[in-house]
């Protein structure tokens, strides 16, 4: 289970398509850190298929399960029939930071207000089954200054602690500024002191 430090989020744009009595159902899925970036992959997949009954979608901008950046919309469908199915599957996932949009070509024949809802949620399923995704992890930016000679074992500690180097400076003594997972920011720092004997600098970055 997410921790809301670090969870699994989409690791790219992906695609399936079922059709359902006669209906032809595109689901697209994709990353969207913020309701914006929801909204722009929406207009995008509009875009792309202008020609399409109804672009139903719904979104989860934030760690899996989180109601705090949610929406949804039934483009016209019933009302209840496919953002809300949409959305409650997404907020089952796990996956966090996620858009979801369904793209419906109307095949002739209706498929009432449950069979609506089972091919939406169902699309979202069916997408989520074989969605490649990568984990976040929440960082937060260290200095960290210390002598040459520390150097090396600084680096196995940065591994062990899961830390990301993201600069480093060489002058009278050495200057890395890291990303270090936000849960992990006692531990590191402990760590560091015992590792230097309290002579290593840490600060914000």
Wanted: proline share 4%.
């Amino acid at each position: 289970m997410a921790d809301g430090s670090r969870y699994n989020v989409p690791a790219g744009l992906h695609r399936v398509d079922q059709t359902v009595q006669q209906s032809h159902f595109v689901t697209t899925a994709a990353r969207a850190g913020d309701a914006e970036a929801a909204h722009a992959f929406v207009a995008a997949i509009r875009k792309e298929f202008p020609d399409a009954t109804h672009h139903c979608w719904a979104f989860v901008a934030g760690p899996p399960g989180t109601t705090a950046q949610i929406g949804m919309s039934d483009d016209g469908e019933p009302h209840g029939t496919a953002g809300r199915p949409m959305l409650t599957t997404l907020l089952h996932s796990e996956v966090g930071e996620i858009v979801a949009v369904c793209t419906r070509y109307y095949g002739g024949v209706k498929l009432g207000t449950g069979g609506l809802s089972r091919a939406y949620s169902g699309g979202v399923k069916q997408c989520l089954e074989t969605l490649p995704t990568s984990e976040k992890i929440d960082r937060i930016r260290l200095r960290v200054v210390l002598a040459y000679s520390e150097v090396d074992a600084f680096r196995r500690l940065a591994d062990e602690a899961e830390a990301v180097v993201e600069d480093e400076t060489f002058a009278a003594s050495v200057s890395f500024v890291v990303g270090v997972p936000s849960t992990e920011r006692a531990a590191f720092e402990a760590a560091l002191a015992s590792l230097t004997q309290g002579r290593a600098r840490v600060e914000d970055a």
